[in-house]
T-cell receptor, first 113, second 107 residues
Framework: DSGVTQTPKHLITATGQRVTLRCSPR?????VYWYQQSLDQGLQFLIQ???????AKGNILERFSAQQFPDLHSELNLSSLELGDSALYFC????????????FGPGTRLTVT | GQNIDQPTEMTATEGAIVQINCTYQ??????LFWYQQHAGEAPTFLSY????GLEEKGRFSSFLSRSKGYSYLLLKELQMKDSASYLC????????FGKGTRLHILP
């Protein structure tokens, strides 16, 4: 158990819908990272927050957005969902902004039908 | 462009040694990571290299050559539980992961 929690564990929704994925980092960690993992693309970095501020941006679509709240939990919002958005979404946390050791949560498996 | 290459699959025998290579071409470099990921589970951190050379941690070692854009992960005394995917990742201003190497261990 990494200490990072993600909810929900599974999510099934229809195309065009909007969903919110939630992540609580390990106690004391200030950074939260979001990743998307699909079979053909591997693990793709989406976005990083550090202490409430956006720190780095990866291949995040405009239909996706995220934020980190004052209590340091983070939410990833996915809208206008497409079939291709079906994937495993991981959240990871780390102590500092540039910290190298990230602790991954168990992931949320999103299925868009 | 940004590119990280690692073999798709490798097979080794229990008790043996295996080396998983990773080559990268990125616009910047602030460190290279190796993660282990069992099927259906989250990645777990194995190692981090920012300077050239070998870092040893128990049965696992990781090597980096920044001038060659090359790293390898060495696994010794292989155990069946080492069957997993091994992900190489490079950090410049963001984090880029390779597609992973699926390692199969034969008894």
């Amino acid at each position: 158990d990494s200490g990072v929690t993600q909810t929900p564990k599974h999510l099934i929704t229809a195309t065009g819908q909007r969903v919110t994925l939630r992540c609580s980092p390990r106690s004391g960690d200030l950074s939260v990272y979001w990743y998307q993992q699909s079979l053909d693309q591997g693990l793709q970095f989406l976005i990083q927050y550090y202490n409430g501020e956006e720190r780095a941006k990866g291949n995040i679509l405009e239909r996706f957005s995220a934020q980190q709240f004052p209590d340091l939990h983070s939410e990833l919002n996915l809208s206008s969902l497409e079939l291709g958005d079906s994937a495993l979404y991981f959240c990871a946390s780390a102590k500092k902004g540039g910290a190298y050791e990230q602790y991954f949560g168990p992931g949320t498996r999103l299925t868009v039908t | 462009g940004q590119n990280i290459d690692q073999p798709t699959e490798m097979t080794a025998t229990e008790g043996a040694i295996v080396q998983i290579n990773c080559t990268y071409q990125t616009s910047g470099f602030n460190g290279l990571f190796w993660y282990q990921q069992h099927a259906g589970e989250a990645p777990t951190f194995l190692s981090y290299n920012v300077l050239d050379g070998l870092e040893e941690k128990g049965r696992f070692s990781s090597f980096l050559s920044r001038s060659k854009g090359y790293s390898y992960l060495l696994l010794k005394e292989l155990q069946m539980k080492d069957s997993a995917s091994y992900l190489c990742a490079v950090r410049d201003d963001k984090i880029i992961f390779g597609k992973g190497t699926r390692l199969h261990i034969l008894p």
